[in-house]
């Protein structure tokens, strides 16, 4: 079964830094991947996904992330962080079964972004 | 715009009294799911309708239903809300199942307490 780990709980980055959250992925075939965004008592925002074209992927707010087959990694990245950027980002990789592709999602990471 | 409602937002309900939540949605989507989201804790798959075919996951306690009477409407019925069942509950859909690299269109969520 296909999987994504999160590496980090809790990013603290102040604002105008780089953003970097990483997310390792498990599958063997080539997997969908994507990143949601998830801000307090909200449902979950496609930022970006994958899906065997590009390997740099681009998203909304600037965010954009790489697909890396020889480091199985797919990790989001900003180059300059803002306030409103502080939010839950999960990293997901979709399942094939019979019954419909099902998503599963890591255990996200927490993004605070400082003054 | 076409999108995933729930309702309601937020929903306070007693301890082993039936409750039941509410998704809809506007963009044809063949595959409805449920996930139950608790705090800090990333979104866990509790069933979902391909049509009119139901897929319960194997750990979903039977505490919890679903009914889907049509394509744009879904339910989560739970039939004897315990203090653990306390969550946010986040409805999506995503289109035909052969569309893997879709990915999904989340609803705003129901936080649910229990008390």
């Known amino acids: 079964a296909q999987s994504v780990t999160q590496l980090g709980s809790h990013v603290s980055v102040s604002e105008g830094a780089l953003v970097l959250l990483r997310c390792n992925y498990s599958s063997s075939v080539p997997p969908y991947l994507f990143w949601y965004v998830q801000y307090p008592n909200q449902g979950l925002q496609l930022l970006l996904k994958y899906t065997s074209a590009a390997t740099l992927v681009k998203g909304i707010n600037g965010f954009e992330a790489e697909f890396k087959k020889s480091e199985t990694s797919f990790h989001l990245t900003k180059p300059s962080a803002h306030m409103s950027d502080a939010a839950e980002y999960f990293c997901a990789v979709t399942e094939i079964t019979g019954g419909g592709n099902k998503l599963t999602f890591g255990t996200g990471t927490q993004l605070k972004v400082e003054l | 715009d076409a999108m995933v409602i729930q309702n309601p937002r937020y929903q306070v309900t007693q301890f082993g009294k039936p409750v039941t939540l509410s998704c809809s949605q506007t963009?044809?989507?063949?595959?409805m799911y449920w996930y139950q989201q608790k705090s800090s804790q990333a979104p866990k798959l509790l069933f979902h309708y391909y049509d009119k075919d139901f897929n319960n996951e194997a750990d979903t306690p039977d505490n919890f239903q679903s009914r889907r009477p049509n394509t744009s409407f879904c339910f989560l019925d739970i039939r004897s809300p315990g203090l653990g069942d306390a969550a946010m509950y986040l409805c999506?859909?995503?289109?035909?199942?052969?569309?893997?690299?879709?990915?999904?269109?989340f609803g705003s969520g129901t936080r649910l307490t229990v008390v």
């Open positions: 999506a859909t995503s289109p035909r199942g052969g569309m893997t690299n879709y990915g999904y269109t």
């Open positions: 963009l044809n989507h063949n595959v």
